[in-house]
T-cell receptor
Framework: SAVISQKPSRDICQRGTSLTIQCQVD?????MFWYRQQPGQSLTLIAT?????????ESGFVIDKFPISRPNLTFSTLTVSNMSPEDSSIYLC????????????FGSGTRLTVV | KQEVTQIPAALSVPEGENLVLNCSFT??????LQWFRQDPGKGLTSLLL?????REQTSGRLNASLDKSSGRSTLYIAASQPGDSATYLC????????????FGTGTSLTVIP
């Protein structure tokens, strides 16, 4: 299965600033996703990162707040913009190597604290 | 939309016990289901992926079963060890949202030496 490198592993940021999280995969993958895990909660899908086109966002998430890039089949970034303490969460990159039946692989996550 | 429920929310057992974690889902028209392990503050590690055509999958001391008709999956851990302490998450897709996986809230397991 694919191996994912996610950076940074953790960060403490000032409110009002932005943080860009990188996700690098060691092989070309069809599907890339970004999830958020708020403290004590399960995972919520933010968006599907589409190669060469705009990301597909889930209800409650917007591009201005969480801009996503995916320039190729092995790399994606998620930016958390104009941060507030409510954005403190673990952000996770995930990939699936095909549609249906392949399962998902996750990165090690980025633990973000906004002060 | 798929809804995934896991019980119990937390479980504490002495080392060496066998245990069962439960997962239920509302949309049974799934093509697979996946179990993950998450250590505190970390990412997810895939444990087992069960295809819809399978009834169970085994990896070492772990065995996962899938009953689509009843909308249930179980994760069986044999001879539990302190290193098994973690949160276990169940995830399933929805038949009408393509590849999006929906996660349960997890079972927090503590194995006491």
């Amino acid at each position: 299965s694919a191996v994912i490198s996610q950076k940074p592993s953790r960060d403490i940021c000032q409110r009002g600033t932005s943080l860009t999280i990188q996700c690098q995969v060691d092989s070309q993958v069809t599907m890339m996703f970004w999830y958020r895990q708020q403290p004590g909660q399960s995972l919520t899908l933010i968006a599907t990162a589409n190669q060469g086109s705009e990301a597909t966002y889930e209800s409650g998430f917007v591009i201005d707040k969480f801009p996503i890039s995916r320039p190729n089949l092995t790399f994606s970034t998620l930016t958390v913009s104009n941060m507030s303490p409510e954005d403190s969460s673990i952000y996770l990159c995930s990939v699936s190597e095909g549609e249906g039946g392949y399962g998902y692989t996750f990165g090690s996550g980025t633990r973000l604290t906004v002060v | 939309k798929q809804e995934v429920t896991q019980i119990p929310a937390a479980l504490s057992v002495p080392e060496g016990e066998n245990l069962v974690l439960n997962c239920s889902f509302t949309d049974s028209a799934i093509y697979n289901l996946q179990w993950f392990r998450q250590d505190p503050g970390k990412g997810l590690t895939s444990l087992l992926l069960i295809q819809s055509s399978q009834r169970e999958q085994t990896s070492g001391r772990l065995n996962a079963s899938l009953d689509k008709s009843s909308g249930r999956s179980t994760l069986y851990i044999a001879a539990s060890q302190p290193g098994d302490s973690a949160t276990y998450l169940c995830a399933a897709p929805s038949s009408n949202t393509g590849n999006q996986f929906y996660f349960g809230t997890g079972t927090s397991l503590t194995v006491i030496p």
